[in-house]
């Protein structure tokens, strides 16, 4: 008798030991949840059910504001193989490898004095150059620490409006709807960037962050293995193997509805090639090489882009065509030699990235078919 | 049949077995628990015929630092810590067979964007976490005229903890910030001791567990995700202070495999840590004791980027209630 109640009397202290320490460490609940500092969108533009969280939490994975650039001959601790998104804004010529941004996402800084944000999801391997001064008056972009369909959801640090990079757009708060005006990012091999344009800027190790960039942190093999996908994807495509990389042009506002066209890198020659070609009623001409993981696309605008007559050119980078006139042009469309020296094309809305995330974004995507 | 256990041949010959069996090499996982403990945290004993063990602990996980490898990377931009509660209830079915029951309740906390020019953010959940279900069997007892202590059991982790928390803005977290996991495990564990009576008051042991975990459709239907397999050895070294207080200082070994989604092995999981843990043990009456613990990594090997445990404390508080009240079975065993 004397057990049975010592028993009873010992369950019950401990019963109510456990559901103290319980209650202390969370308030009253069984189950519950609470934050502070978070973005609160109303209303998506974007399918609300398919933004998830990624992990890291709002800027867990930390943005880097004002970095360090060195002359690209001068480095010689990136790995040639791996790429690198590269933009121009004039004479400025700037490089930021993958390494880096693999951990970082965003650079906001000053680019020829203009205010520039480079964003990279290495999930969907797309890089998108925003001008903020011409998007939405300067604010910054942070890593959101969301996700839609595995691609980067940013916010801006001033209205915490959300965007989404593959859309070019804001989809939820005070900027909702309004597009990105973007800068023409291209994607390469550091060595093939070096070898392109030794005297350009490339973005250096030093960060401010204790990072180690010399690891793969999405796994060495993620680029290429078809199967190392970390999250869902909605609308499954098998026209192209998952990590085949595409260029795809889209419209200003584009949404999952819009029409996008896709043009494979593997359709592009080994040397120069170019694409001529039509979408949505309008002219535009691509420029790449299979071999040198390079594309780029520029949209025909005015008379005088319509009446060139562009060449691809091989073995003289930068130069990468050449028109009728004598007119040698670089790979971001600025004419380097010539009577038009100076003078460069408009560029497209469009990036590149896997196959698997364009077609998940955009079901209704066009695959460009090689003699259209 | 387990007479012949208790010939000092026999007993050495299962230590090398046990020790051989759970021992085996395994590759490994993230912290996707993000510092809940279960298998770690259950007592050693097995308790005799009649006899119950109750305990609750409560544990404080900081996990600050990144690692990459063994290598450790000043993170100043977030930080995490998980409190977890547990009760343990250890049942003597007979003098060799018990059965153990482990409950938990997890909070975890994750603040995000310090140092970076937006706020801060953080984010809370809690709820009920996994529960662990042991049988274990004490092949070899130890006693005046045996030195030796081998246990054996298994079970089941059950998935009872909430894996649908949302924030406030209906958005779920995370698998890492949900206290509960979605998957069934199976669950091995062993543990071997050693006293060196009448010469030393020194007692050796080796606790070794590993669970191998089941699938889980984290995602949608027919997305299946599954964490790592878990190994853990803890060799033990306790002694006595005085009458009432003992301590025991543990090396942990634990080694995750990678966690898989849809069989393709998902980077920045799995990883191999060592830790030192100290114990204090201090008998508060002839039922009642406390047992206050620590974390310290000491080496780290993790697969590509991970937070990971800075420091870990915790107490406990054990009572032991014996149907012949002749001997107080000690948590620490």
Redesign the interface.
């Known amino acids: 008798m004397q057990i049975t109640n010592l028993v009873h009397k010992s369950y019950t202290n401990i019963v109510f030991l456990f559901a103290a320490i319980s209650l202390t460490i969370t308030g009253c609940n069984v189950s519950n949840s609470s934050g502070s500092g978070g973005l609160e969108v109303d209303e998506w533009l974007i399918n609300e059910n398919e933004v998830m969280d990624g992990g890291p939490g709002i800027d867990g994975i930390p943005s880097i504001e004002n970095p360090n650039f060195a002359t690209a001959s001068d480095i010689t601790d990136f790995q040639d193989s791996r790429r690198v998104a590269a933009l121009r804004i004039d004479d400025e010529l700037r490089a930021y490898p993958h390494q880096i941004m693999d951990q970082h996402e965003i650079v906001n800084h000053q680019v020829d004095r203009r205010s520039v944000t480079l964003s990279f999801c290495p999930l969907t391997g797309t890089s998108i150059g925003i001008d903020r001064q011409q998007t939405g008056g300067g604010f910054e972009f942070g890593v959101s620490g969301l996700l839609f369909r595995n691609n980067l959801i940013m916010y801006d640090r001033e209205t915490r409006s959300t965007w989404s990079q593959m859309q070019l757009r804001s989809v939820g708060g005070e900027f909702s709807g309004t597009d990105a005006e973007t800068i023409l990012v291209i994607e390469t091999t550091w060595g093939q960037w070096k070898e392109m344009y030794p005297d350009s800027d490339a973005m250096t190790k030093n960060t401010g962050f204790d990072n180690n960039y010399d690891i793969f942190v999405y796994g060495s093999d993620y680029t290429t293995n078809d199967s190392s996908i970390l999250f869902p994807i909605r609308n499954e495509d098998n026209r192209l193997q998952r990590k085949d990389r595409v260029h795809a042009l889209l419209p200003a506002g584009a949404n999952e509805e819009s029409d996008v066209k896709a043009y494979p890198l593997s359709g592009f020659e080994t040397g120069m090639t170019i694409i001529k070609d039509q979408f949505m009623g309008e002219s535009f001409v691509l420029v790449g090489s299979h071999e040198i993981d390079l594309v780029s696309s520029f949209k025909l605008v005015t008379q005088f882009e319509n009446n060139l007559e562009l060449e691809p050119v091989n073995g003289q980078l930068p130069i990468v065509m050449r028109d009728q006139h004598g007119n040698g042009w670089d790979i971001f469309g600025y004419a380097l030699e010539g009577p038009n020296a100076g003078e460069r094309l408009t560029a497209a809305r469009g990036y590149t990235g896997y196959w698997f995330a364009l077609s998940d974004f955009y079901p209704g995507i066009e695959l460009y078919q090689e003699g259209e | 049949m387990l007479q012949n256990f208790q010939k000092p041949t026999a007993s050495l010959f299962s230590l090398i077995i046990l020790t051989l069996l759970f021992t085996w090499p395994t590759h490994a996982q993230i912290c996707s628990c993000a510092g809940a403990p279960l298998l770690g945290t259950q007592s050693s004993g097995a308790s005799e015929a009649g006899n ?1 063990l ?3 602990t ?1 544990e404080f996980n900081q996990i600050t630092n990144l690692y ?2 063994s ?1 450790q ?3 100043d ?2 930080n995490r810590n998980t ?5 343990e209830i250890n049942y003597g079915i007979t003098d060799r067979l018990s059965a153990s029951g482990t ?1 938990s ?1 997890v ?1 975890k906390q ?4 310090i ?14 976490g996994d529960g662990i279900a042991l049988l274990r069997y004490t092949l070899l007892p130890q006693s005046l005229w045996n030195r030796y202590y081998i246990a054996a059991g298994g079970g089941v982790k059950a998935p009872i903890g ?1 894996t649908t ?10 698998a ?2 949900q ?1 509960g996991t979605v998957a069934t495990d199976g669950v091995l564990w062993s543990n071997l001791g050693l006293n060196f009576l009448p010469i030393s008051t020194i007692n050796l042991s080796l606790t070794n567990s590993y669970r191998l975990t089941g699938t889980n459709e984290r ?2 239907e027919g ?1 299946d995700y599954r964490f790592g397999n878990e190994f853990i050895s803890i060799l033990g070294l306790s002694d006595t202070i005085t009458d009432r207080i003992s301590y025991k200082l543990k090396a942990r070994y634990r080694s995750t495999s990678s966690d898989e ?8 999981t799995g990883g191999k840590w060592i830790t030192l843990i100290p114990d204090l043990y201090i008998t508060t009456s002839d ?1 009642t004791s406390i047992k206050l613990s620590g974390q310290i990594p000491l080496y780290h090997e993790l697969n ?2 991970q937070p990971s445990t800075t420091y870990a404390v915790s107490a406990s ?1 054990f ?1 032991n ?1 014996n ?1 012949s ?1 002749n001997t107080f079975i000690h948590a620490n065993n």
């Open positions: 119950v109750i305990g609750v409560y990459t490898g290598e990377i000043t993170n931009s977030a409190q977890s509660a547990l009760i409950f309740y909070r994750r603040t995000s964007g140092g970076t020019p937006g706020e801060t953010q953080t984010s809370t959940t809690a709820g009920i909430s928390l949302n924030n406030p803005n209906g958005r779920r977290f995370n890492d910030m206290p995602f949608v997305d989604r849809n069989d393709n092995v998902l980077p920045n039922q590509g980027l508080f009572i209630i149907s009240q």
